[in-house]
Structure formats: C-alpha cells, structure tokens
C-alpha cells in the first residue's frame, strides 16, 4: 500500500478487514505523520501513542481471530485511528479544555460519544487543541498554543475544534470528533477545507462532553468527506439514560447510496445568508454549489429565514448565560486549579481569576450579568424569546425546502492576531452558523471551492431535526462529481 | 455604559478575582456587547413564549434504583486537597 495516511477513512476499514494494513502499522504512519508535522501545526494538546499502539494491537488481534471466522461480529470500526477534541472526556487521558483551571484534570470517565467509538474499535491517538471551554473562533483562545492553518501557516484554523479540523486537513488522523455550540465544527471545517458534521441537538449524547452552553451543546465529526463522516457518526448517535438531552429517537442506517442525481431534493436559499461584507469569491463558490446541485436535478427555492439578525446577540446571552451557571463547578474545592486562601469564597475567587483565561472571564461576566436580578427580563428572557421566533423560522422554510443551503462563513480564514482586541468582531465570525444551534437543526458544512490566496471555502447544509441523512446524501453526491474535498495542504 | 462598581459587582456574584486592568476591560467590552445586544428590543415578543430547550418535551423520568457509580478513588484522584478521604477546605462556615 502506499502511503495509508491518504486513504479515505471507509477505505482503512476495508483494508484493516482485508489484512492489507495491520492497525498497528496505520496507527505507527499515523504517529511518524504528527512527529513531522506537529511542530508546524501545533493541533494537539496531548498525545497518547502508547495507548493507541496498545489499543492498535488489541484490534489486530481481533482482526486476526475474525478473519479466520468471518462470522463472528466484528466491532465495526476495529483498528481505526482518531483523535479527539480536549473537551471530550476519555477516560484516563489528560483533559484540559484548552483550560490552564483543569491543566492535570484526568478524567474518571469517558464521554459516551468516546465510548461509544472505543467500543466500535478505534485506536485513540490523542487531545486536540480548542479554544477555552470551546469559547472562540480562532483556537486562539486555547490557553496552552496557537494552532495554524495547514493551507496558510499565518491563518487561524478556526474554531473551536480548531485542532480537530487542523488534523483531518493535514492527515494526521483520519477522522476527529469535534463539538459545536455555535459552529464550532462547521467554522473549522470550512477554515480547514475538510467535511463537518454538527447533528441535531440531542442526537449525540453529552454525557462527558464538559458543558459550556447546555441547550446548544452538540457532539459532531470532523472527516474528510461526507461518507467518511457518515460512517463515524453512526456510531455515536442514540438515546443515552446518562444524559436526558439524548432523545430516544431511532438511529437509522446512514447508508449513502452513490447516487448521481438529487432530483426530488428542495434546497432553500435564504436571502439574509447573502449579505453585504461576505466576501465575493465566498459568495460565488456558494452560488456555483448550488447551482452545480441544481444541475444535478434538484429543485432550488428562495425563502427567508426573517429573524437571522438577531441570532448573534440571541446567541452571546444565551450561550454565557448557560456558561455561568456551568461553569461555578471550578471553584478550587473538587479538581481542578486551586490557590490557596484560609477564606473559602476568597479560595474560589483566586482560583477562577487565576485559572480562567480573558474569553471565559468575558462570557462568564457577560452570562451572570445577564441572569442578574434587574437585567434577567431585558436580556435572558428576551433572547429566549427571540430564540423562539428564529426556531419558527427555521420549522416555516422546511415546509417548503428539505435542506437550507448557506455559506459556513462570511470570509475564508483570518489572521492570526487579527480579531485580538475586539470581540465582537471576533463574535461576527460566527454570524452564519449560531443559527442552527438555536433551533437545534442539524448542520453539515463541506467545502465547494478555494479563494484567490488558497484558502479553502464552505457552504453548509441545514436540515430538519434528526434529518442528518438528507444531509450528508446530498453531500455525498456533490462530492462524487466535485475533487474539492481530495485536495490536501502540501507537506 | 456600565459602571465600575457594576463590574465588581457582577464579578464577586461570579466568585472572578479580577485585576484593575481586568475590570476596566471588561467595563468597556462588555458595555459594547450590551449595546449591540439592545438590539433584541425592537421586537414585540409580548405573545411569544420564551425557548429554553429545543426539543419536544419528552419523559426523563426514570425508575429510583441504585446503581453503581465511582469509586472513592476516582473522584478524589483529582482532588487538589484530601484529607481523610474527603475534600480539604477552609472553614467555610464562622
């Protein structure tokens, strides 16, 4: 075989099947990749090539056995590496959230979504850099390092699963778990040129994925194509009694047929995702999409989505408000960063204002001001109801469309240090995606082209609740005519 | 505009030690976020009610049986004090 590192991840489950490659040779290519591209990169957080060199023969072992009797059950995903963003606990792996408050945090647990996948088999190859707590755009907000931008090494990779994205772009893992608040895998993903998926708010258990906004929070993948990302997200979807977000809807087979058409599929444009100050060749990669899917034999409908404007002020109360309350659990007492005081409160004080960084501080103020007695009707409960009326927006269009077509960003990937003294401009990043958090919709983000400097562009696809399947077929057709999501950054 | 004793204020309910420095940042950050959130009250929403989760209600109720949970170690592993197999505190309580 050549080099394993290109191959797609549905093609390494079939070669790890067949015997062309051990998993502990996948995982040893794996590992020398990250070695040489790290340094550049700086997408993990930790590394734990021992643990996955012993999972990786485990499941040659298990390959092994299965093969002289090919009836057995095979876990499906045997032998396959990931990585994992550092806000998903595994059990015995250093955890930090890109947080210096939980820098020695060992987990006594794993996330559901992270057992799920180790009981499916995968090798485990380490914690990828994200923004603190997941608050960010940029990954620059990560208290440990800066993550670049494998197609422009002087450009953020996005955020917050930055280190995800940055991982699957330059193939030094296969495929990578992500999580997404606000966009937090489809922003990087549009960054970073890879496919991302965020699934519906309760399709993926939260159980272990440590809490920043709880209404909004969801598992997602980050892979190399939507068939790629099919096939992970398989096996994480489903009712979880540890957590009562994780409805007990059927999981469905998330077969993608190699279908050349999309006739019969109803794509919704809406006008407030074309706007002024999108960058041109963002906006024409996106209409050309669209356009080629319209080719293929879908039908292509103007709607209005009328309240999107106000998703992003609804989003930052909504989003801190939840981060407040979750976040009192620091407080110096149970684990996590402690400065010692002979005053309890003082205790916890010093230890929040010691291992807390500028951007959790700014969104933990931002929330408890906006719960506080006086302000709570004014801000809270007014963006709740305003959450409302974008919600509704969302259940009108798909009435009349089965997908919502939008670009992921209004610009391709910023500087680093660009957004560093005002947040807000920082917040506006997040225009497109905040969205579909706030009415729970699934959201597949894929790229359809590159600017003129290189840099990879998204559109994403929106879809009705627990409809991720419309999603990534309609992904998976565009990407059987287009090469956009085989190009890779040179190293 | 908000005021520096709003900061603090809004800091000690959030148990933030804060710097100077800190608190007049975020005097001035978090006054620009607010405006730009006053934006939210142009809209009528007397007859909308508000969304606090986005999915339709469903039973989360569940049989009250015990069953298994951590050990002991576990959860004091990373526990910044322990003493006698329970967290370390100061007296928090005169």
Redesign the interface.
């Known amino acids: 075989m050549g080099n394993v590192c290109t191959l797609s991840a549905v093609e390494l489950c079939q070669a790890l099947r067949k015997g062309e490659v051990s998993s502990r040779a996948l995982t040893r290519a794996y590992l020398e990749r990250i070695d040489a591209l790290e340094p550049k990169l700086q997408a993990f957080l930790t590394l734990t090539p021992d643990l996955a060199l012993q999972q990786a023969d485990l499941a040659d072992q298990v390959l092994f056995e299965w093969r002289k009797d090919t009836a057995r059950l095979l876990p499906p995903l045997t032998g396959l590496p990931i990585v994992i963003k550092d806000l998903l606990c595994q059990r015995g792996v250093r955890t930090t959230c890109g947080s210096r408050i939980l820098e020695n945090f060992i987990p006594p647990y794993s996330a559901t979504a992270v057992q799920r996948l180790l009981d499916a088999g995968v090798v485990t190859l380490g914690k990828t850099n994200t923004d603190e707590f997941a608050m960010g755009s940029s990954t620059e907000n990560s208290a440990y390092q800066i993550t670049r931008n494998p197609w422009n090494l002087t450009r953020v990779p996005g955020g917050s699963s930055g280190g995800s994205a940055a991982a699957v772009a330059s193939a030094m893992a296969p495929l990578a778990l992500g999580t997404d608040t606000g966009g937090s895998v489809r922003q990087p993903a549009a960054f970073c040129g890879v496919t991302g998926l965020k699934p519906t708010y309760g399709r993926v258990p939260r159980y272990g994925l440590i809490a920043y906004g709880s209404s909004l929070d969801s598992v997602g993948v980050l892979a190399r194509s939507a068939a790629d990302a099919a096939m992970l997200f398989q096996h994480m979807a489903g009712y979880d009694p540890l957590d009562a977000s994780a409805m007990d809807v059927p999981v469905p087979r998330y077969s993608l047929q190699d279908k050349r058409d999309m006739r019969g599929l109803r794509i919704g444009v809406p006008e407030q995702y074309f706007i002024t100050g999108i960058q041109h060749e963002v906006e024409q990669a996106v209409r050309n999409a669209i356009t080629a899917m319209q080719g293929l034999g879908a039908e292509v409908v103007e709607i209005s989505l009328p309240h999107t404007k106000y998703a992003l002020p609804v989003y930052y109360l909504i989003a801190p408000a939840e981060a407040s309350a979750n976040l009192a659990r620091y407080d110096g007492v149970r684990f996590g960063l402690r400065v010692d005081d002979p005053n309890m409160t003082a205790l916890t004080r010093k230890s929040r204002g010691a291992g807390f960084g500028p951007e959790v501080k700014r969104r933990i103020m931002l929330g408890t001001y906006a719960l506080s007695a006086g302000y709570y009707d004014a801000y809270y409960g007014q963006a709740q109801k305003v959450r409302t009326l974008i919600k509704q927006d969302f259940e009108k269009a798909f009435e009349q469309v089965d997908v919502i077509a939008a670009p992921v960003t209004p610009s391709t990937a910023f500087k680093i240090g660009e957004h560093n003294e005002d947040p807000l401009a920082m917040y506006l990043e997040d225009v497109f995606t905040l969205p579909a958090n706030l009415a729970g919709v699934p959201g597949l983000a894929f790229p359809v082209g590159f600017d003129g400097e290189g840099l990879p562009i998204g559109m994403q696809l929106m879809g009705r609740h627990f409809d991720e399947q419309t999603l990534l077929q309609a992904a998976h057709t565009y990407q059987l005519f287009t090469d956009w999501h085989t190009r890779r950054p040179e190293f | 505009m908000l005021t520096r004793e709003e900061?603090e204020h809004?800091?000690a309910?959030?148990?933030?030690?804060?710097s100077a420095e800190?608190t007049e940042l975020?005097r001035r950050?978090?006054s620009?976020?607010?405006e730009?959130?006053a934006?939210?009250?142009e809209?009528d929403?007397s007859e909308?009610?508000?969304?606090?989760?986005?999915?339709p209600p469903?039973g989360?109720l569940?049989p009250d049986e015990p069953r298994p949970g951590?050990s002991l170690d576990?959860?004091l592993?990373?526990?910044?004090?322990v003493d006698q197999k329970q967290?370390r505190?100061?007296?928090?309580i005169e």
């Open positions: 900061v809004i800091a309910l959030a148990r933030l030690e804060l800190e975020y950050q978090l620009a976020i607010l730009y959130a934006s939210l009250q809209l929403t909308i009610a508000p969304t606090s989760s986005v999915l469903h989360v569940r951590l576990d959860v592993r990373n526990a910044p004090r967290f505190v100061p007296p928090a």
